[in-house]
T-cell receptor, first 117, second 114 residues
């Protein structure tokens, strides 16, 4: 009963280092999202995907890249980490709206806490 | 522009008192409406949702919300607060049309005072 799984849960980076966050979902969802959560700023959408092989920019995409090579996985990459990217990152997935069969509810992972020194 | 407004980033209530968390949205078409709850160091989980039909929806842990189209509101209530209700609550809207865009409010932290 995994749902949405994020790895790693914690990571400390030095400025300029790179890393990838992995999100995996086992619900066959079409849509996947990456958000960042910062105090007083709510959830901000970084990138999203509406299906395998597709990605698009959200509100705050700068400094991040994503890939969705497989339907169940959505990767978030930081090529050159900056202190401003210190945050908690959440992955979420949802099915396509389909009346009562699917109402677009988001399923979230438990978060990945990233600190950039 | 489409937006979701949660009035009050912090709300404090006494244990046993009414909980009222406010959410308003801007939209020209009926959206899908959600409330999510986030407990400390956890991800968000669905509390309740409105899609179509009855405008008063019930969720988990005794919470409910009423969709008022004329007021573009979806306020969350609970008659009697419990200590375990202390968490952050997010209102969210799916704007139908386009890519199924989800917009979150900024969140309201609920403190329950014994």
């Amino acid at each position: 009963n995994a749902g949405v799984t994020q790895t790693p849960k914690f990571r400390v980076l030095k400025t300029g280092q790179s890393m990838t966050l992995l999100c995996a979902q086992d619900m066959n969802h079409e849509y996947m999202y990456w958000y960042r959560q910062d105090p007083g700023m709510g959830l901000r959408l970084i990138h999203y995907s509406v299906g395998e092989g597709t990605t698009a920019k959200g509100e705050v995409p700068d400094g991040y890249n994503v890939s969705r090579l497989k339907k169940q996985n959505f990767l978030l990459g930081l090529e050159s980490a900056a202190p401003s990217q210190t945050s908690v990152y959440f992955c979420a997935s949802s099915g396509r709206l389909a009346g009562v069969a699917n109402t677009g509810e988001l399923f979230f992972g438990e978060g990945s806490r990233l600190t950039v020194l | 522009a489409q937006s979701v407004t949660q009035l009050g980033s912090h709300v404090s209530v006494s244990e046993g008192a009414l909980v009222l968390l406010r959410c308003n949205y801007s939209s020209s078409v009926p959206p899908y409406l959600f409330w999510y709850v986030q407990y400390p160091n956890q991800g968000l989980q669905l509390l309740l949702k409105y899609t179509t039909g009855a405008t008063l929806v019930k969720g988990i842990n005794g919470f409910e919300a009423e969709f008022k189209k004329s007021e573009t509101s979806f306020h969350l209530t609970k008659p009697s607060a419990h200590m375990s209700d202390a968490a952050e609550y997010f209102c969210a809207v799916i704007w139908t049309g386009g890519y199924q865009k989800v917009t979150f409010g900024i969140g309201t932290k609920l403190q329950v005072i014994p």
